[in-house]
T-cell receptor
Framework: NAGVTQTPKFQVLKTGQSMTLQCAQD?????MSWYRQDPGMGLRLIHY???????DQGEVPNGYNVSRSTTEDFPLRLLSAAPSQTSVYFC???????????FGPGTRLTVL | GENVEQHPSTLSVQEGDSAVIKCTYS??????FPWYKQELGKRPQLIID?????GEKKDQRIAVTLNKTAKHFSLHITETQPEDSAVYFC????????????????FGQGTILTVHP
């Protein structure tokens, strides 16, 4: 049981490049979400999903896309990277939306 | 949308003392309030949570209290130890399915707790 996994752990992009952050969980959790963590600002919700085929926007969705074609996977796509997207990104999952959220190890992204 | 304010931003205590972190929230519909601990370079991990039908919950040295009327909740750590040093986050969520904000977890800005030996 690997829990929540994220790849890559580190990534450096140039402004304008696109990429996909991968997130997977093997706990058969319905709920998955993406957060970004910036110094002094806590964790801010980007997008979330309450089940396969269902996604919704969080607090800071601009510049990011998500899809949920399977229960296990919830990739986050950066369409055209900007320096303001430099951050640590965490994926999380839970059995139901208001149950314990289990976080992945995070992806540290730098946009130059 | 929901807004969660957390205080203090930093807290320094001596080993054995108690530590209290306070949070306020804005949306009266919120009914689920978890607390997460994040050690340096690690992922956040749930340490305790409380639902709105409960006023207080304890787990060994950790307790959380909730005042729904005042819309605030607090984390209490007793007999602090150096390994309690970390960043603590409170959060609030609406747990009733069917609403547009169902499942959205809003975090506070975090409190850096340092426990000095």
């Amino acid at each position: 049981n690997a829990g929540v996994t994220q790849t890559p752990k580190f990534q450096v992009l140039k402004t304008g490049q696109s990429m996909t952050l991968q997130c997977a969980q093997d706990m058969n959790h319905e709920y998955m979400s993406w957060y970004r963590q910036d110094p002094g600002m806590g964790l801010r919700l980007i997008h979330y999903s309450v089940g396969a085929g269902i996604t919704d926007q969080g607090e800071v969705p601009n510049g990011y896309n998500v899809s949920r074609s399977t229960t296990e996977d919830f990739p986050l796509r950066l369409l055209s990277a900007a320096p303001s997207q430099t951050s640590v990104y965490f994926c999380a999952s839970s059995y139901r939306p208001v149950h314990t959220q289990y976080f992945g190890p995070g992806t540290r992204l730098t946009v130059l | 949308g929901e807004n969660v304010e957390q205080h203090p931003s930093t807290l320094s205590v001596q080993e054995g003392d108690s530590a209290v972190i306070k949070c306020t929230y804005s949306d009266s519909a919120s009914n689920y309030f978890p607390w997460y601990k994040q050690e340096l370079g690690k992922r956040p991990q749930l340490i305790i949570d409380i639902r709105s039908n409960v006023g207080e919950k304890k787990d060994q040295r950790i307790a959380v209290t909730l005042n729904k009327t005042a819309k605030h909740f607090s984390l209490h750590i007793t007999e602090t130890q150096p390994e309690d040093s970390a960043v603590y986050f409170c959060a609030a969520s609406i747990g009733n399915a069917g609403g547009t904000s169902y499942g959205k977890l809003t975090f506070g800005q975090g409190t850096i707790l340092t426990v000095h030996p």
